[in-house]
């Protein structure tokens, strides 16, 4: 990174008018040629990124938040691969959205076309350099990305196997680069460059998207915070429901679109919880429960208050008994963050009033919460899913990181 943050941010700006002019065919060969030097330098990768895993470890780092640093084997390929299904998805820059003939002749056409350069700042997650790489350079955007910084080597080694692509595919350099920003004073001067960033996006807890809402000059798309819920219907499949709850709070515990309170109708309670519970201490899941929940299962620790705005990002799960589908949707409008929310029920009428009134980015009738994912939506990868409601909501793929051009075609027109 070079010392003066407002040059860097300049040069970047610059080389995002090249980017956003670039033909389809120059930006996927880039990505495909990236791909493969991932995969050819998988082990040098993986070397600088264990030197960030024994610094955390030896920092006291929990378990969820190590996994989440870890850049194995199969997560390299996995990168690689969502390079290269970027690569074969439509360029959404220069799509004609829609267009019209005035009565006074002007052809008028709404496109397409790049935001420009994208700030991304993130914690401690390497595989976001790439994902942002991916999606950035294809839909035409420039990159400014300030990692975590105990993710340090394995992004300092990933940007520099994007930078010798780059220049390997005849582009500028600066189209992508690494801020360090290890002072306060300097995230907040990236955040005050207007001149040179056309949107920040922050990645990661609700302290991070905090800081940079509250203080961020240059617009922003909120991302990251998950507070999901998964309520159980008296209707409920029970196996069904074991198994949803199970995947959505321990396939990945660290991650956004983890379950992380659990609701449950009372009708079913006294016979489902002690079962449900069970099945989740086997796998180590700390519960803690509303006052119903103790007088079902003693054992287990007294919710506060706290807990139910809480995202742990572990395995902990709140779990509260509630009056039926009213009670479950007020407490998820009140406590949620609008990401992603599930119900587990046979009764269609339940169902639809679940999808219909419940505020989230992504409301899911019978399914994990952790399908909410670029990947799995079908969009290659994301760079965030935004629990905002203005320009992009969900998984971000190509088309959330493009604005629109109006491109007006006259005969000597002039307004009386």
């Known amino acids: 990174m070079e010392k003066n943050l407002k040059d860097v941010a300049r040069k970047t700006k610059e080389a995002s ?8 065919f120059h930006k996927d060969q880039f990505l495909l040629q990236l ?10 990768i993986k070397e600088e990124n264990r030197k960030d895993l024994e610094r955390a470890k030896d920092m006291g780092m929990k378990p969820s938040l190590l996994d989440r640093l870890e850049l194995s084997s199969s997560r390299i390929k996995a990168m690689a691969s969502g390079l290269r299904e970027v690569a074969n998805f439509p360029d959404p820059v220069g799509e004609v959205i829609e267009g019209s003939k005035r009565p006074n002749g002007l052809l008028i056409t709404k496109m ?24 950035g350079i294809k839909s035409g955007n420039a990159l400014l990305l300030r990692g975590s910084s105990s993710a340090i080597h394995s992004n300092q080694v990933l940007v520099g196997k994007t930078k010798d692509t780059l220049s390997q595919c005849g582009f500028p350099p600066d189209v992508v680069n690494l801020l360090e920003c290890k002072s306060h004073e300097e995230v907040q001067e990236l955040l005050t460059l207007r001149d040179y960033i056309d949107v920040i996006i922050p990645r990661g807890g609700a302290d991070l998207i905090k800081l940079v809402v509250e203080n961020s000059q240059v617009p922003v798309i909120e991302t990251g915070v998950g507070n999901c819920h998964v309520y159980v219907d008296g209707s409920a499949d029970w196996e069904m429901a074991e198994k949803i709850v199970i995947n959505a709070k321990t396939q990945r515990p660290s991650v956004c679109n983890a379950c992380e309170t659990l609701l449950v109708d009372n009708k079913i309670a006294p016979q489902f919880l002690p079962r449900m519970i069970h099945a989740l201490e086997e796998r180590e899941v700390e519960i803690r429960g509303c006052e119903k929940t103790r007088e079902l299962v003693k054992e287990v620790k007294l919710a506060t208050e706290e807990d139910w705005y809480a995202e742990y990002l572990d395995l902990i799960l709140a779990v509260k008994v509630v009056g039926g589908i009213e009670e479950a949707i007020k407490h998820i409008n009140s406590y949620g963050s609008h990401h992603s929310e599930a119900i587990v029920t046979q009764d269609y009428t339940v169902a639809r ?14 399914a994990s919460t952790r399908f909410t994912d670029g990947g799995e939506f079908g969009m290659g990868a994301e760079i965030g899913i935004s629990n905002q409601k203005l320009h992009a909501r969900g998984p971000m793929g190509l088309r959330e990181l493009t604005t629109v051009k109006y491109m007006v075609w006259g005969t000597g027109q002039i307004r009386e």
Do not use: C, H, Q, W
């Open 17 to 24: 008018y090249f980017l956003a002019n670039i033909s389809s």
């Open 35 to 44: 791909a493969d030097n991932l995969e050819r330098d998988e082990e040098e």
């Open 112 to 135: 397409r076309v790049p935001l420009g350069v994208l700030a991304i700042i993130y914690e401690a997650r390497p595989n976001v350099t790439i994902d942002s790489v991916g999606l």
């Open 353 to 366: 009033k679940f999808l219909e009134e419940v505020d989230a980015a992504a409301v899911y009738v019978n």
